[in-house]
């Protein structure tokens, strides 16, 4: 026996079933119709691929850079600062998602069943009046089932949304203090770097002015031996002299070359770019800032903290501490962990949502209509609240939050424990900081002494009153002289930018050229 409904169609009915309805019904088609397709439409990507940005340092490759202008230029090419700029791109989309927790829900889905051999049932034939213990057979369902459903929840009541949004916030912040301090560090890298390359071409400049007057002195040396006024003896040590420069020199202007590719590299240039820097660590004034030259004066002017007494001190500390992005972050990290305790503590609570949900059905048999006839539909709608009370859960919410609270206790230790750490770093580098500048006063003073020295050997020699060795003695201690100022004025000035940045204050991220904060 086969249970069927039939239903008389006129055969215009059978062609356009979108006819059949009141007004209404048919727009209410149209638009589940429209979700449908919207539903398997593929979505056009509107973000665009994060792109590094031009290089632009490649523009200070051609002359001197000042180190203003190669700070900037790592600004924008410096790879580990883009690539902290892409992490804190990251952290706000994850905000976003955090906030979809606040909205509803809503899901559609769709399908259709072909039956080929549509199931067969046994029923009691007494249930049609037939005799008691015969079975009849009958067919469920028809050779083609559709069904469609929206189904939407909005939460009313989660306190875990609301909360881990704040949390989400709180990882903004973190990845901001992360990104600030790597591009701290970065910058910081940029200029030590700069004076790196500063200091290796003062090591070339200082070899090829040492080489030349030894040069010159041999010169001079074979002629006076010539008219018999100097001996072989001082023609062969001149000569061993030069052959001792000459290595030193090729190795200076290794070093210098290295240090030129290390700086473009950190300015995110191509491999073997070579950058030059403007400025000179012998001819730095560290009295007197005018009467440098101009890339002297860009260098001065770039410190962050200024030259700090022991009255002052105190208050760096305190501002050094409160600035730096290791302590921040240990900060906002302290926050993060009390917020995952309060998530774990809110368990505790109900949640609350609403919820609606409407379908629709069809089966008819034959071939496959879209959603049948009028006739061979069915809708259904359903709204309610849900109401979830945790009851028990084998005491493992208990034993997460003892986890949160331990967890809390510990990044409290650590922040405490940094900012020991950022007090004892700023003290040394203080201490640095002071130690360099009165090395470079001292070795300022010897400078002049041993360039005056040079001069009175010079003319002594050449008066026939003094020896060679003189000359050649006082050649030696100018020349060390020179570069041991230039390697003090470096030391002062690489210590100044550690201390810029223990102190969080670094040129261009914290600070401007003028120690003018930004932001």
Known sequence: ???????????????????????????????????????????????????????????????PALLSEVLRAALEGNPDIVDAA?????????????????YPT?????????????????????????????????????????????????PLLDMRAVIGLGAADGLVQISREAARGRTQDAVTRVRIAFYDLLLA????????????????????????????LASEYDVLRLEVEVASLEPDLRRARNRHRSARRTLAVDLGLEPGAEIEAAGSLAEIDLDDVEAN??????ILALQGVAATDEAGTRSLM????????????????????????????????????????????AQHDGAPKFFGSS?????????????????????????????????????????????????????DLLGQVQEARSRASAQHLAVAQASRGFEIAAARYREGTGSRFEQTDAEVALRRSEFNYARAVYDYLSARARLDLASGRVPFVDVGAAGVPLG
């Open 1 to 63: 026996m086969r249970l069927k409904t039939k239903q008389a169609e006129s055969p215009e009915s059978a062609t356009h079933p979108a006819r059949r309805g009141s007004g209404s019904r048919r727009m209410r088609w149209r638009l589940l119709v429209s979700v449908a397709l919207a539903a398997g439409a593929p979505v056009a990507a509107t973000a665009q691929d994060a792109r590094r940005p031009a290089d632009a340092g490649a523009r200070l490759v051609d002359a």
């Open 86 to 102: 892409l992490e804190v791109e990251v952290a706000r989309e994850q905000v976003s998602e955090a906030r979809s927790g606040l």
């Open 106 to 154: 809503i899901d559609l889905s769709s399908s259709f069943t072909r039956n080929v051999k549509p199931p067969i049932s046994f029923l009691p034939a007494e249930f049609f009046g037939g005799e008691p213990g015969e079975y009849i057979q009958v067919r469920f369902g028809a050779d083609n089932n559709w069904q469609l459903s929206i189904d939407a929840e909005q």
């Open 201 to 228: 071409r003062e090591e070339v400049r200082l070899i090829e002015r040492s080489l030349a007057r030894v040069q010159q002195v041999l010169s001079d040396t074979r002629a006076m031996q010539g008219a018999g």
């Open 293 to 298: 030259s101009a890339g002297n004066r860009d």
């Open 318 to 361: 305190e501002r050094g501490v409160r600035g730096r992005a290791d302590v921040r972050q240990l900060a906002v990290s302290e926050r993060l962990r009390l917020a995952e305790l309060r998530l774990e503590q809110v368990e505790y609570l109900p949640k609350v949502y609403a919820f609606g949900s409407y379908g629709l059905s």
């Open 375 to 427: 006739q061979e539909r069915t809708e259904s709608r359903l709204v309610g609240l849900r109401v979830t009370i945790p009851l028990f859960s084998g005491l493992s919410r208990d034993a997460r939050i003892d986890q949160r609270r331990a967890t809390l206790r510990r990044i409290r230790s650590q922040s405490q424990a940094a900012v020991d750490r950022a007090q004892a770093e700023l003290l």
